[in-house]
């Protein structure tokens, strides 16, 4: 199973978003601790669950360490704990304010403080829309958000090689919304669907969903980088990898198309797959694929690495080659960076599409803005294993890669989609915003790390 014995606490883990979360990391076989302030709500979550529970107020020092030194070493901690109070500027008192920044930013500093993270574990920190999309009457808010958001970036370095994530939702229908009366629940959520490309206002199990897929990204040596997922919409928290201090992305993937000769592809495979056994380099090979529909008689290859990685071997790539030549049309390298978390699949015997779209000009963020919306539907026919935006070359341009079992499959697939209601509603809009797209079908190398 995807967590298989692997110690999770989840601190807000007795409601709402917390409570989703733990609950999918538990059927996922993830040995799940919740964590909230005591009380009966507390208890009963546990119950429900399954799992261990443990008192825990985030705005004492001494209850957070506490907590810590009853759990260990653990290999993932999730912090959804927020209690918020809000308001007017000129009307909310002071203490009032205080109290959202002690609960929300406090809180998570004192857990990141206290917390014995293994080593390639992660800590994943939900902060708020409102950071990027302020409101009136929400400015502590927004700004208690901000801060999360900047503490997460430094952390990201300073807790290396523990991955320290932000996850960013719109508005979520949750318990938290419980004390509104229901009519004026109803209201003011309609109101939020009605402008959203995908009708609806999002769940809490929207939002559990991303957060595991960072957790599940510690299969993989990643250098330590911050990923704040600032949602557009209540449904899809959007990813971005940040710089690191010195300006530049911190994790970038490098796709690499060999285009051969007639009948060429299986030997010159079977050379790559040598010549990638002796590069041994910092830069992790992900995957490697001979085409199958698209560019024929092409291998292609997905490696991972730090972009001063990338410069480092780019000159021994000439080197590589070489031991290719005579079978070799035309080389092409890109550079991408992550816009969702790299997601590799388990099993063999997949069939991989690499799809590849380029947007109008100006109109790149409006289209990643719908698309990455409606990736909590889409991803329920197929497994959605990486979304990049081009680092050098054009900024509007896309690329995905997706998971299939076979070809009848993807076909099917396909078919469910575009039958969908919320995709239709995708297409009445998206695709005028693409001037290009492309679609390869890719089947696994017996070098690729990916089957």
């Excluded at 990204?217 to 928290?237: E, I, K, V």
């Excluded at 396909?414 to 297409?427: E, K, S």
Aim: glycine share 8%.
């Amino acid at each position: 199973m995807q967590f298989d014995q692997q110690k999770i606490v989840v601190v807000g883990g007795s409601s709402g978003i917390g409570y989703a979360t733990a609950a999918l990391a538990k059927a996922q076989g993830g040995d799940v601790v919740i964590a909230s302030r005591p009380g009966e709500r507390l208890e009963a979550a546990a119950k429900s669950l399954g799992v261990k529970a443990i008192a825990a107020d985030v705005t004492s020092d001494e209850a957070v360490e506490n907590l810590f030194d009853a759990v260990g070493a653990v290999d993932h901690v999730i912090v959804t704990a927020g209690q918020l109070r809000t308001g007017p500027i000129k009307t909310l008192p002071i203490a009032e304010a205080r109290m959202t920044m002690e609960i929300k930013f406090w809180g998570a500093w004192r857990v990141a403080r206290a917390a014995a993270i293994k080593p390639g574990g992660s800590l994943t920190i939900v902060s708020g829309f409102l950071s990027i999309r302020p409101r009136v009457g929400s400015a502590i808010v927004g700004a208690t958000n901000g801060a999360l958001e900047s503490l997460v970036k430094s952390l990201a370095l300073e807790l290396a090689p523990v991955r320290v994530n932000a996850v960013s939702p719109g508005m979520i229908d949750t318990p938290i919304r419980a004390a509104m009366p229901e009519e004026q629940r109803v209201a003011m959520l309609a109101k939020v669907a009605a402008g959203l490309p995908v009708g609806r206002v999002g769940l809490a199990d929207d939002i559990a969903q991303p957060i595991l897929g960072f957790l599940r990204t510690g299969s993989r040596p990643a250098l330590a980088w911050s990923s704040t997922a600032a949602a557009r919409s209540p449904d899809a928290p959007r990813s971005f990898a940040h710089s690191n201090q010195s300006g530049r992305i911190a994790m970038l993937f490098e796709l690499t198309t060999i285009v051969c000769q007639p009948s060429a592809a299986g030997r010159v495979a079977a050379a790559a797959g040598e010549s990638a056994a002796r590069d041994q380099g910092a830069r992790k090979l992900e995957g490697a694929w001979v085409t199958e529909i698209g560019t024929l008689c092409s291998v292609v290859e997905l490696r991972s690495g730090s972009d001063e990685q990338m410069t480092a071997v780019a000159p021994s790539l000439a080197e590589r080659q070489a031991d290719l030549r005579g079978g070799i049309r035309t080389t092409q390298t890109s550079l991408h960076a992550p816009v969702l978390p790299f997601q590799p699949a388990a099993g063999a015997g997949h069939v991989y599409e690499w799809r590849r779209y380029r947007a109008q000009p100006g109109q790149g963020e409006a289209w990643l803005e719908l698309f990455i919306d409606i990736m909590p539907k889409r991803v329920r026919y197929s497994p959605l294993v990486g979304l990049w935006r081009s680092v050098g070359g054009s900024p509007d341009q896309f690329d995905h890669l997706w998971l299939y079992d076979s070809l009848d499959q993807r076909m099917a697939v396909r078919a469910a989609v575009t039958a969908d209601p919320d995709w239709q509603a995708l297409l009445k809009v998206a695709p005028p915003m693409l001037s290009e797209m492309a679609s390869t079908i890719l089947l696994p190398a017996r070098y690729s790390p990916l089957q």
